[in-house]
């Protein structure tokens, strides 16, 4: 992440769908209570000013104080990593990596949240549902520990003007997978023979480093039918077929792109910022990065591309597979956790139904400018997601809210989120990119770390 210009609040009031109407939660006003609040600082401080409206009404309507603390997203994961330790702990915490609910959830430290989800569960997408429940393996059984508020998926990013300059038009982009991600394949292959030496066709990060290279192979690995990695019930599968050769597809396109050079040499160490400020550069046609970070930090400086050069493609999703299926998107979702400890749950809880309702929600992600996305379908009806003239909004949350999607694999089994932090299919994708090693004998030694870190996580 990186840092830009602050843009005015959304400017009028938001046109909200019959569904988002207010139906205020019972509040205690007998005695003016309060509760401790820690949140994530925003990508654009747009997203603070929302929260801090979405804290101030609640406290107007309640009578309550909300003790509202927020941190920047790496300060932020070690203070509440001390808090836990330590046991001196807020009331309310979003979580920040959004895995650590189940990180903790296995160690039996939050409190249960079923009655908040309860008074809006109607309304939650099935994904949203299933991201807010992990293992507890004190209890040996699933429990609801999260209050889902928002979420985000992983679109591809595309310089249409690129596309145009090497001749070729958008509306020309295949359907289906490969075929899709082998369309800028050549358009690099067309910009080289007008003397273009510094644009590559794909911003593919085939690194070590942070979330988006596991993102990105998860999403090959699933397009080329990998899904079933791990199910619902928590069991690994590598000893599915399917499995095995959707991952060796994967690890063969990722790091074969990058050894034929239609990857920026600098890919090899890029952090989760790098791809967003080579994009910006024009340094590749196209990048495949969470959330709307990318078109966001430039909307006020160069209105011109968000409007006109930069294309989110989201709609209906990814490209469909090979075989023309669709392909399921797998959506991270924050949630709004309790520690157990925490002093003030009974106000908590109700600052948090209070957050959940669908207009307050709803609001709460529009008015931080759409980066994040709602975690109930209704809300993607509104004037904001639909407008017309925004050509990334209606796109996203038809990708990461409407479309089919998963919730990611360390929900089904907190063994995966171990697997992306030793980024073990990062290194499978770099033997193959830069040390000539088969995909197959690289995928059989990610298989094999894979198998003895889920060896840890054993799920009843």
Not at 70 to 88: D, H, L, N, Y
Not at 242 to 249: L, M, P, T
Not at 304 to 326: A, L, M
Request: proline share 6%; aromatic share 10%.
């Amino acid at each position: 992440m990186y840092h830009t210009t602050r843009r005015s609040v959304l400017r009028g009031s938001l046109a909200l769908a019959a569904a988002r109407t207010l139906v205020g939660p019972h509040f205690a006003r007998a005695a003016a209570t309060s509760a401790s609040v820690w949140f994530t600082q925003g990508f654009v401080q747009d997203e603070d000013t929302s929260l801090r409206k979405a804290v101030a009404d609640y406290e107007k309507q309640s009578g309550n104080k909300i003790e509202l603390s927020i941190t920047p997203f790496a300060p932020e994961r070690q203070k509440i990593i001390a808090a836990i330790t330590s046991g001196v702990v807020p009331d309310v915490m979003v979580s920040n990596p959004t895995e650590i609910l189940h990180i903790y959830a296995w160690q039996d430290r939050w409190v249960d949240v079923s009655d908040v989800v309860d008074t809006q569960r109607a309304k939650f997408s099935d994904t949203a549902l299933l991201s807010a429940q992990a293992y507890n393996s004190v209890t040996k059984k699933r429990g609801t520990y999260g209050v889902p508020v928002r979420a985000a998926v992983v679109p591809c990013h595309i310089w249409k003007s690129l596309v145009e300059k090497a001749g070729m038009k958008l509306e020309d982009v295949p359907k289906t997978w490969d075929a899709y991600f082998d369309f800028f394949k050549k358009v690099q292959d067309a910009l080289r023979k007008q003397g273009e030496r510094k644009v590559y066709g794909l911003g593919f990060q085939v690194t070590a480093s942070g979330v988006d290279p596991y993102n990105l192979f998860m999403a090959f690995l699933v397009a080329y039918g990998g899904k079933d990695i791990v199910t619902r019930d928590g069991q690994l599968h590598l000893d599915d077929p399917r499995v095995k050769q959707a991952a060796i597809k994967a690890v063969a396109y990722l790091g074969g792109a990058y050894r034929d050079g239609y990857v920026p040499p600098s890919a090899i160490n890029w952090n989760d910022a790098d791809d967003n400020n080579a994009f910006h550069a024009k340094l590749m046609v196209m990048d495949v990065d969470g959330t709307l970070s990318t078109e966001v930090a430039i909307k006020e400086k160069h209105p011109e591309w968000y409007f006109n050069e930069i294309v989110t493609h989201g709609s209906p999703g990814y490209p469909n597979d090979n075989q023309g299926k669709p392909v399921p998107s797998i959506v991270g979702i924050t949630n709004l956790l309790v520690p157990k400890g925490a002093k003030n749950v009974t106000v908590a809880k109700e600052f948090m139904k209070y957050f959940i309702q669908p207009k307050v929600i709803g609001e709460f992600v529009e008015l931080g400018l759409g980066r994040w996305l709602p975690v109930m379908p209704a809300l993607a009806k509104s004037a904001f997601w639909q407008n017309p003239k925004d050509p990334h909004l209606k796109g996203y949350v038809q990708q990461g809210l409407l479309g089919p999607t998963q919730p990611d694999y360390y929900v089904y089994n907190l063994a995966m989120a171990e697997v992306r932090n030793q980024q073990v299919w990062s290194t499978a994708m770099i033997d193959v990119a830069k040390e000539g090693a088969k995909p197959e004998a690289a995928i059989d030694k990610a298989f094999k770390r894979t198998e003895e870190i889920f060896a840890k996580y054993r799920v009843a």
